[in-house]
């Protein structure tokens, strides 16, 4: 992205506190979300916001649908501070547990960044050692591990199989 849609991004937002809402104030879609075009293609404002603030957004392989989240519920909102990235279940999670989108389950809001979501697939623990040693809920890890093809009942038969050996002593 070059200087001039960067000066043409930051002008299409009103710049209020640093903790308040900054709201875009050009074209949005059905959804709330401002739309920004850089050589004839949309993006999503917020995403741009994100990315011009704490650098790109990982996606494709092994993140399979990291998106930019708002924690405060205002899609056309483009302040770096409400955003931050989460896999799309927690997205829907964050939803649900908001009470929009479909209803389903019980509320979930925790948060998985880049970093941990890495280290919850590099690791071959089980979800429970994980829930300690990462301080992340046994729900989140599984669900990521889940998300990711990873089959969370394997960890457990790992873990099942460590631990034989030495009852039989
Ligand atoms: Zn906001």
Known sequence: ???????????KYERKGPDECWPWKAATSGFGYGRFKINGRLYSSHR?????????????????GIEVLHSCDNPACCNPAHLSIGTHAENVADMDAKGRGNRRGSPRKY??????????????????????????????????????GIDNAKFKSFSALRIQPEARR
């Open 111 to 148: 948060q998985v960044t880049p970093d941990i979501c890495a280290k919850i697939l590099a690791s071959g623990a089980p979800a429970t050692e994980l829930e300690k040693s990462l301080g992340i809920p046994m729900k989140t890890i599984n669900r990521v591990r889940r998300e990711n």
């Open 48 to 64: 741009i916001a994100y990315s011009l603030s704490k650098g790109r957004i990982p996606s494709g392989g092994g993140w399979h």
């Open 1 to 11: 992205m070059g200087i001039a849609d960067r000066q043409r991004f930051h002008r």
